[in-house]
């Protein structure tokens, strides 16, 4: 008997007495750590676009400011890939439960520090020093916690209801874009420009502290996966995870770093880039952008979940394929919208593009789990996730750039967005053929 089959086994005999009722309590408890993840990087993303380039950073350049800002953005995601090796490989060797409270601690310290990070102003050169290194060890917690989360939701859950399970880490990212968005909305509503700037911006950051410690509470009460505790009692614990992940599995990393592309770095186009876009080119109030930000993930929560429910019934590959074509063509109709001068057509520019990739994006939790066997599922997740978010993670820096140089027109940006869901609607497409098989579990 091959490993891959003896480990699936293992899996299969782990999730078969599970119940809906095993499986909510473990989703509830990572939708809250996912959530806060996700509001903790989010608020990065916003203040990238608002508040980093003016308090971090001096130009007199606007775009130049922009563009410095938004690298700090990426050399976060950058720094994914290699947390996502260090607590990819932890999380198969010592389980995922541990791993998790470690990877939660850390984002929710480290975005503290930053609401208390002095500005250029204040401290000089060290300023946006500081904001580097901080946003450096955020990415790397970050590039165990999605991954982590993810695992663990999964292998507590039956095989027939996976897809459906699957996509409630993810509701994650709307969540903490609502609640990191709504934040710097709520600010610049209360406080006048010149406060906003001076210390109003920090409130939202210094609120993950009490978020952090709710997180860690329920966290604490979960279980490890039942499907990790089969591998561990059956002696089967792959002991380098990393090593083995790439030797045998890098079709899947491929593949799997291809279904992730859009929902992140598509995302990050349509909001870190359209917010400064809106704002700074187009002319537009940042209340305005920010609540379409907001209105846009209020409908991905309803988007992802009814993905779930597709991902079950015909299978997540198909949902990722799908999507991946619909946000393709509905790129250039959304700038069309957005560069209109309407507020109710930017709002609804920022919902249609969010929708329509947040398809794809809610399938990849069980296309990437399925990608990758139980024993170094956690490496092949994070690996493939966060590497894909690295290269995501620059897509702000990169439209900025070359939306710049063809005079600040919108095309470029949209052809990206394009070039983005055809990769992603690709890897969709031939995803199964290299999953691990699991009866009951449709791809």
Known sequence: MSETLQTANIEQHAVKELSRKDANKVALGALIGSALEYYDFFLFSAAAALVFNVQYFTSGNPTAAALASFATFGVGVAARPLGGIIFGSMGDRIGRRKTLMITIIGIGMITGLIGVLPTYAAIGIAAPILLVLLRVVQGLFVGGEWSGALTLVVENSPLHLRA??????????????????????????????????????????????????????????????????????????????VRTTFKHSWRQLLIGMASCLLGMGGFYLVTTFCVWYGVNVLKYPSTLMLLGTIAAAVVEIFVIVWSGRLGAKYGSSRVILWGGIASAVVAVPAFLLLTSGNPVLVVIAMVLAVSTLSFPYAGTGAVLTGLFEAKTRFTGVAVANNTSAMVAGFVPLIVTGVVAAAGNHWWPAAAMLVLISIITASAGAIAPRFSVNLPGFKH
């Open 164 to 241: 459906r399970y699957a996509v409630i880490p993810l509701i994650g990212s709307p969540i903490g874009t609502i609640l990191s968005s709504g934040g710097f909305f709520l600010v610049t509503i209360l406080f006048t420009k010149e406060n906003f700037d001076a210390w109003g911006w920090r409130i939202p950051f210094l609120i993950s502290l009490p978020l952090l410690l709710i997180a860690i509470y329920i966290r604490s009460k979960l279980e490890e996966s039942p499907v990790f505790r089969q591998i561990e009692e059956a002696g089967e614990i792959e002991q380098t995870p």
